[in-house]
C-alpha cells in the first residue's frame, strides 16, 4: 500500500466520522494534499451542522484592555512593557464602562477584558471590574482572561485557582477566552514564553473552570518557531481535556505578527500552514464543536477561504483590538463587510451569541444591517449621541 493510499484511507475515516490518532494527524498536516484535506474537513462540518450547515457566523464584541503592565514578558508580544516602565498605562473603571457603553451602543454582545499580568492585580481587582461592568449592562457577556491570569491572580491573592475562578465567576466573569494557550507543548512554550506557566497546568486551570461550568474557548499561536509534531501535540491535549470536560467550544488557531517584538519575525506560519490546521483541527478534534476562522492575523482572503477548510465561524467584529495591532496585525474590516465575505464564501451570514446561538440570520440582502459605525479598531471612547448609558459622559475618542 502506498504513503498516499494510507492518507486517502485516513481522510476518508476522518470524514466519515472516525477519530485519527495524533500520528494519523500529523502525515495528514505534513503530506495530504490540502484540497482533500478541506473537503474532508468540510464533510465533517457540513455534517456536525446537518440543518444549518449553509451558516457561517460572527460575534460583534470589543477587546477592552486594562492594563500594558506585565511581569510575564512574552517574546512573540509587542504590547507589554515591564511594571516599572514610563509607559505603563491603567485604564480606569469609568473608561472601561465607557468602552462598553460603546459596545452595547454598537450592537455589540461580548467583552473581551484582556491585559498584562499586573504584580498588584490579584482576585479583588478582576472581582471589582466583573461586578461593576455586569452591574452597569447585564446584557454584555463577559468572555475574558485565560488560565494564565487565573493562574497569575491567584498566586497574588493567595488562594487557589479554583477559588479565583469560583471568585471571579460569582462577581460576572461569564467564560473564558482561553488566550495564553500559545504552545502548549514545554519545548516551543519555553521558548517563546518561558515565565508563563507551564502547558499542563494551563490545561489544568481550565479543566477546573470547566468542572466549575466556567466553559471556555481554546487557541493555538501559531509560526513561532515550533515544529508540525508539536503542532499536533498541543490538539492531542487539547482532545485529551476535552474528553473528560467537553468544556471547550472552540478551537481558534492564529498566527504570530512578526513587529516590535523579541523574536523580530524570525518565522512565521504560512497561509496555507494555517488553512491546514484550520483543516486538521476539524478532522482531529471531533469533540469540539466549533472551528473559527481569524480574518484579524491571516486577511480576509485566507479568513474566508477557512470556511472551505472546516471553520463554521469567521470571528468577530472587534470595535477594538490592541495586542496582536501592535505586533503587526494591520487587517480592518466592519460588520458589512464581514457579512459580504461570509456570503461571497457561499454562505448565509449570522450574527451569533458567546454560546453560538444566531441572534440575526442575514438571509435576506435586502435585510442587511447598515449602521456603518460597526466597524473593526474603532477604539475610540466617544459616540456622539449614543444612548446606551446616558449616565455616562460621552467623552473625547482617543
Ligand atoms: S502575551 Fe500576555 S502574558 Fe505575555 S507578555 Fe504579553 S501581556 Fe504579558
Not at 52 to 70: G, L, M, Q, S
Amino acid at each position: 500500500m502506498t504513503v498516499n493510499t494510507d492518507l486517502t484511507a485516513v481522510l476518508d475515516r476522518a470524514a466519515a466520522g472516525g477519530r485519527i490518532t495524533p500520528e494519523e494527524a500529523l502525515e495528514l498536516y505534513r503530506s495530504a494534499p490540502l484540497h482533500a484535506l478541506g473537503a474532508a474537513a468540510d464533510t465533517v462540518r457540513r455534517r456536525r451542522y446537518a440543518g444549518t450547515e449553509h451558516i457561517a457566523t460572527y460575534i460583534i464584541e470589543r477587546n477592552i484592555n486594562y492594563t500594558n503592565a506585565c511581569v510575564t514578558a512574552c517574546k512573540f508580544c509587542a504590547f507589554y512593557v515591564p511594571p516599572k516602565s514610563d509607559k505603563v498605562w491603567i485604564r480606569s473603571l469609568d473608561d472601561i464602562l465607557r468602552r462598553c457603553a460603546e459596545t452595547v451602543e454598537l450592537g455589540g454582545t461580548q467583552i473581551m477584558f484582556q491585559g498584562g499580568h499586573h504584580p498588584d492585580f490579584g482576585v479583588e481587582y478582576y472581582e471589582e471590574h466583573f461586578a461593576a461592568i455586569k452591574k452597569e449592562f447585564p446584557q454584555l457577556v463577559i468572555h475574558s482572561l485565560g488560565a494564565s491570569e487565573v493562574d497569575h491572580m491567584a498566586r497574588i491573592s493567595g488562594v487557589t485557582p479554583e477559588e479565583a475562578i469560583r471568585r471571579i465567576h460569582a462577581a460576572g466573569l461569564d467564560s473564558f477566552a482561553g488566550a495564553g494557550a500559545e504552545l502548549l507543548p514545554e519545548r516551543p512554550r519555553k521558548a517563546i514564553a518561558p515565565l508563563k506557566e507551564s502547558g499542563e497546568r494551563w490545561l489544568e486551570i481550565m479543566e477546573i473552570a470547566h468542572t466549575l461550568g466556567v466553559e471556555s474557548t481554546s487557541t493555538m499561536l501559531m509560526g513561532t518557531g515550533e515544529t508540525n509534531a508539536e503542532r499536533i501535540e498541543h490538539l492531542r491535549m487539547i482532545r485529551d481535556v476535552q474528553d473528560r470536560t467537553g468544556g471547550f467550544r472552540a478551537f481558534i488557531p492564529y498566527t504570530y505578527q512578526p513587529q516590535n517584538n523579541v523574536l523580530k519575525g524570525r518565522t512565521q506560519a504560512t497561509i496555507f500552514e494555517y488553512l491546514r490546521m484550520i483543516a486538521v483541527a476539524r478532522l482531529f478534534l471531533d469533540n469540539v464543536a466549533h472551528i473559527q476562522g481569524s480574518w484579524l492575523t491571516v486577511g480576509k482572503e485566507a479568513g474566508q477561504l477557512s470556511l472551505h477548510y472546516g471553520a463554521d465561524d469567521l470571528g468577530s467584529v472587534m470595535l477594538e483590538e490592541n495586542v496582536v495591532s501592535s505586533a503587526g496585525a494591520k487587517h480592518r474590516s466592519n460588520r458589512m463587510e464581514l457579512i459580504d465575505l461570509i456570503r461571497k464564501a457561499g454562505r448565509v451570514p449570522a450574527q451569533r451569541a458567546t454560546t453560538y446561538e444566531h441572534l440575526v440570520v442575514h438571509d435576506d440582502p435586502a435585510n442587511d444591517p447598515v449602521d456603518d459605525r460597526v466597524v473593526s479598531h474603532l477604539s475610540s471612547t466617544a459616540i456622539e449621541g449614543g444612548t446606551a448609558h446616558p449616565g455616562l459622559k460621552i467623552v473625547e475618542a482617543s
